[in-house]
């Protein structure tokens, strides 16, 4: 079986996974859209009756007088569906291999014996989790479209401010996702792709070694961890590089974390985990 029918199988398996954490996603972020935008809709009307003023004068008097984007993305529900989200894909990342050890009839054990490259099922498993992460990356996008939609529906148009994309994207949590250099990108998605590959080896060095091997696993992410805040310790003491540099020294320990994980990993499927 080839590697491209090895994702394949991934993503069918977790298929319905996504699609019931979209629609959980999507619901709470619509909820949050409504909330927040009604919540400030309800304060402005309650002061300008009370101080008797028109829309223009609130918007003009009072510092946070019009509603933007990011009122929604700093609003509390919004921020736990993204929690949520992150969460599940951690737990994921955990299920996609002890499934197929506890699960029915072993699964683990057929797929290593498929006529393929061991380490192919691991950048199988690997792929599926990065296409589920854009997946719900992609997602997000439209949500903002729906959340700017349901402000517009709810507030009157002299109390908002529109904000670009520029400015929609730059907040903290979008950033991470949707990084606006190539430099960024590379350290973003980097850092996740070696931590999930981090992940990966820690569960192939337990599932190798048993009880000594839960020893060797912490050992091992203790180890990784370390060499992936090295850029946080040379930004934290000094001011001596660009973030665009300390970005790139991100990147760069993000890739020896994933190679040094790889190589790994192959070793214990090829000679430590036998069927």
Request: hydrophobic share 60%; charged share 10%.
């Amino acid at each position: 079986m080839s590697y491209i029918k090895l994702v394949n199988f991934e993503v069918q398996r977790f298929f319905k996974f996504l699609v019931a954490l979209i629609v959980i996603v999507g619901t709470t972020q619509v909820i949050a859209a409504f909330l927040s935008a009604k919540s400030f809709k309800d304060h402005a009307e309650r002061v300008m009756q009370q101080e008797n003023l028109l829309a223009q004068e609130f918007a003009l008097n009072y510092g946070n007088g019009t509603y933007t984007i990011m009122n929604f993305l700093n609003f509390s529900l919004f921020q736990l569906s993204i929690m949520f989200a992150a969460a599940m894909l951690l737990i994921y990342i955990f299920f996609i291999w002890y499934r197929d050890w506890f699960g029915k009839s072993s699964f683990i054990y057929r797929l290593l014996m498929l006529p393929t490259e061991r380490r192919n099922v691991y950048f199988a498993k690997l792929t599926a989790i990065l296409l589920f992460v854009f997946s719900l990356v992609g997602m997000q996008v439209l949500l903002i479209e729906v959340a700017e939609l349901i402000m517009k529906w709810m507030i009157p148009a002299e109390l908002i401010l529109e904000s670009g994309v520029i400015t929609t994207y730059s907040h903290e949590l979008m950033s991470i996702f949707f990084p606006q250099t190539i430099v960024h990108f590379l350290a973003s998605y980097g850092l996740g792709t070696a931590i999930v590959a981090m992940l990966f080896t820690a569960i192939l060095i337990e599932r190798s070694y048993h009880l000594k091997g839960i020893f060797m696993a912490g050992f091992y992410l203790v180890l990784s961890l370390a060499l992936l805040m090295i850029p946080v310790f040379i930004g934290g003491y000094n001011n001596y590089f660009y973030t665009s540099e300390l970005l790139m020294i991100v990147a760069c320990m993000a890739l020896i974390v994933f190679v040094m994980a790889v190589v790994i990993a192959n070793y214990l499927l090829k000679r430590k985990i036998n069927v």
